[in-house]
Nanobody, 110 residues
């Protein structure tokens, strides 16, 4: 049974940082991984991805501020978010191949 559990969300002021974690069980984090987000009233939006081999890719508006990484030994993926902006407010969800986590709320105040 695959489980993806996000953590690390919270409330921060603009310019702050958060580090999201997604602990996986039942599936290896060495597969395709990605982070998405969904703001109230908006569609789910791709944020960052990392293929099994190759370079990470980012949504243009987060490039240079967000970094996706994975720790194979911990079977956990991360999203380091720096210089957060109010428009980054959303529920952030992790994805491993076709499996999704439940999400963690990120709220950025101006």
């Amino acid at each position: 049974q695959v489980q993806l559990v996000e953590s690390g969300g919270g409330q921060v002021q603009a310019g702050g940082s958060l580090r999201l974690s997604c602990a996986a069980s039942g599936i290896s984090i060495s597969n395709y991984i990605a982070w998405y987000r969904q703001a109230p009233g908006k569609e789910r939006e791709f944020v960052a991805q990392m293929p099994p081999i190759g370079r990470a890719g980012y949504l243009a508006s987060v490039r240079g501020r967000f970094t996706i990484t994975r720790e194979i030994a911990e079977n956990t993926m991360y999203l380091q978010m720096n210089n957060l902006k109010p428009e980054d407010t959303a529920v952030y969800l992790c994805r491993v191949t076709t499996f999704w986590g439940q999400g963690t709320q990120v709220s950025v105040s101006s």
